[in-house]
């Protein structure tokens, strides 16, 4: 563990890096001192404005990438996209640029996708409404209702699946069948 004064070093350090007014969360301040390069060109949220969260796994569907711009608006809010591969987000999003036009987006990559490390991004977002998964790969999905695990139980935010569950509906029993002719 590092010492008192290093700990404080560090933190002036970002506090220098910070635009001045600014208000950045301690997950910020430990991404400045990491200093990684970003793959992605999306542009950052505004501080203190709403967040949604949108799964991105394989593919888009433009019907989820619709619903989520649409909901963005009314809200007022901006995207989060959670995916497990930067260089593909980029190659999925900028075909939808003017559909995203006005809607700041950033994204969280997963090295791995599982319900607890999706659930931790969303936990320590406390500005996120809510999540869309629209595809069966996408990572929000493992948060949706039914899915459970070794990591199961509540979803810190809402889940709202866009598209199907690609699970076919069970038939009702004959005697509902005979009940509703």
């Known amino acids: 563990m590092a010492s ?3 700990q404080l070093k560090q933190a002036f350090t970002a506090l220098g890096q910070c635009p001045t007014g600014e208000v950045s969360g301690r997950y ?6 990491a200093a990684l390069p970003t793959t992605h060109h999306l542009t950052p949220p505004a501080p203190g404005r709403r967040l949604i969260a949108l799964g991105i796994g394989a593919s888009l569907p433009l ?29 999925l999003i900028s075909a939808h640029q003017p559909l995203l036009s006005g809607i700041a987006c950033e994204a969280e990559e997963l090295p ?11 936990e320590r977002r406390s500005r ?31 889940v709202v699946v866009v598209g ?4 076919p509906l069970r038939e009702p029993p004959a005697r509902l069948q005979r009940a509703a002719s």
């Open 4 to 6: 008192f004064s290093d």
């Open 63 to 91: 019907a989820v990438l619709e619903y989520a711009a649409s909901v963005c608006r009314r809200l007022q809010a901006d995207l989060l996209l959670l995916c497990t591969d930067p260089q593909r987000l980029h190659a």
């Open 112 to 122: 791995r996708v599982n319900r607890r490390n999706v659930a931790r991004i969303l």
């Open 164 to 167: 199907d569950l690609l699970e």
């Open 128 to 158: 996120v409404l809510f999540a869309i998964s629209g595809t069966p790969d996408d990572p929000v999905r493992c948060l949706v209702p039914g899915k459970g695990g070794l990591f199961g139980g509540e979803s810190p935010v809402p």
């Open 28 to 33: 910020r301040m430990e991404a400045a001192l």
